[in-house]
């Protein structure tokens, strides 16, 4: 079994800044292809950004390119996702995923996750 555990959340003003983090641990597999959602309330679970096994390929939702960077660290088993020029828009419940199946699949798809962290709330003041 495979635990996703996040951090990094909290309240910060418009215009601010968080950083998350997923540590993941107990059984490994395959080159598991990482992301991002968020879920507000009364929402559905959205897409947020994706990375890939070698970190060279990510994808982000249209509405936080050029404020969002994903990452990861593969030796401390640590993705990361750096917010930045928040807006209330943003205020979520953030999880994130893994995707057992090797491969760059329909990362912006919730179904092609296999395990979840149980999520960080990020609240943006206006």
């Known amino acids: 079994q495979v635990q996703l555990v996040e951090s990094g959340g909290g309240l910060v003003q418009a215009g601010g800044s968080l950083r998350l983090s997923c540590a993941a641990s107990?059984?490994?597999?395959?080159?598991?292809?990482m992301g991002w959602f968020r879920q507000a309330p009364g929402k559905e679970r959205d897409f947020v950004a994706a990375v890939s096994w070698r970190g060279d390929i990510k994808s982000y939702r249209d509405s936080v390119k050029g404020r969002f960077t994903i990452s990861r660290d593969n030796a401390k088993n640590t993705m990361y996702l750096q917010m930045n020029s928040l807006k209330p828009e943003d205020t979520a419940v953030y999880y994130c995923?893994?995707?057992?199946?090797?491969?760059?699949?329909?990362?912006?798809?919730?179904?092609?996750?296999?395990?979840w962290g149980q999520g960080t709330q990020v609240t943006v003041s206006s």
């Open positions: 107990g059984r490994t597999f395959s080159r598991p292809t």
């Open positions: 995923a893994a995707d057992s199946e090797p491969g760059w699949n329909l990362v912006d798809a919730a179904t092609q996750y296999d395990y």
